[in-house]
């Protein structure tokens, strides 16, 4: 099965393909995919599980890195109808599919990079302005965000979708891609909009941020030691400063919530650079000729983002870690007594 020539068509985000005139022979990437969307589906879908059932883990935070969660598994929908359609393109002949797989190759795929952006814009107002954040942020309002960031991409992308499947789709033969030669100003804005401002503005706002919680962690620390000598000169046993152990409690709450924001924005920014710098270099300029090895490694990187988000999501949360281990240790003691 994985043996066959297939037209080299790795997908972007808005279901073109990277190289539309190579055709090679390529088994390796129907295996990544694939391989790459079951542990996607597998390991976001339990650790979404995870922040849904445990009531200690539903901060408002924690709304928006379960959303991203959600989202990537929707998104392995995507790796499984590229496999379809590389391994047994005649099931993309139906129109129904493949107006459902154009869907999720520009409507879905874009969500989740944009709950990024939104991670960031929560980073920035907690670090930022720390006394509003605490008085206006809840979970409510963090899943309204989240449905706003759905909406706009659905208002941005789905028309062109729409359009293409009524007046503009290609003949079977072309194979289940989206003509954006027909819409060429609608393909650049929603590639401009949805795939490569929030890969910039999550970078940028990345150094932004690190230059601000360093200059917080300072402050706070500074304070703390002014209020420690203040009780030093109060009496040989003074006793605790609750304020001293809010700043300090805040301290740790912020630096936890800020490597959590690092590990995924770095993450993002380091698998979807190539991606997006090639396809607005593909969508701008007449590319004659691709270095298939550039091409493999955007794929491949791609493919890996959304396995990773859960994986450093465990990695940067040690309670969701005690959390799991506890689960673990549950499911061991069941097993054992059986």
């Known amino acids: ?95 129904r599919l493949c107006d459902f797989r154009l869907y999720v ?46 909406v706009y991409v659905h208002v941005v992308c789905l028309p062109g979708v729409v359009l293409d499947g009524i007046y503009y789709r290609m003949p079977v033969e072309k194979g289940c891609v989206i003509n954006t030669l027909a819409q060429p100003r609608w393909n650049q804005t929603a590639m401009l909009l949805i ?9 940028v706002s990345w150094i932004y941020l690190l230059a601000k919680q360093r200059r917080h962690r300072h402050s706070v620390g500074t304070i703390a030691l002014v209020a420690m000598g203040t009780q030093v000169q109060d009496g040989p046993t003074p006793p605790r400063n609750e304020n001293t152990g809010k700043m300090q409690s805040n301290r740790r709450r912020f630096s936890r919530g800020f490597v959590v924001f690092s590990a995924l924005t770095l993450s993002a920014v380091l698998c979807w650079t190539p991606y997006e710098t090639y396809y607005v270099i593909w969508a701008f300029v007449d590319l004659n000729e691709t270095d298939q090895r550039f091409v493999m490694l955007c794929l491949g990187l791609y493919l890996i983002q959304p396995v990773l988000d859960p994986v450093l999501i465990v990695l940067t949360m040690p309670d969701l870690r005690r959390t799991i281990r506890g689960i673990f240790d549950k499911m061991k003691a069941v097993f054992t007594r059986s």
């Open 105 to 150: 190759s520009w409507v879905v795929t874009g969500i989740p990079l944009n709950l990024h952006v939104l991670i960031t814009i929560n980073r920035i107002w907690a670090i930022a302005f720390p006394m509003s954040y605490r008085n206006h942020h809840s979970p409510r309002l963090a899943w309204m965000l989240v449905a706003a960031v759905t």
């Open 195 to 203: 795939f490569e401002f929030p890969v910039a503005f999550i970078g």
């Open 1 to 95: 099965m994985f043996n066959t020539t297939v037209n080299f068509s790795v997908e972007l985000s808005n279901g073109t393909t990277l190289s539309p005139q190579s055709r090679v022979v390529w088994p390796f990437d129907s295996i990544m995919t694939l391989t790459c969307s079951i542990l996607m589906a597998i390991l976001n879908s339990a650790l979404a599980a995870i922040f849904l059932v445990k009531r200690d883990l539903r901060s408002a935070f924690a709304s928006y890195l379960t959303a991203l969660l959600l989202f990537n598994v929707l998104v392995s929908i995507h790796g499984f109808l590229y496999v379809i359609k590389s391994q047994y393109p005649v099931y993309m002949r139906s129109h």
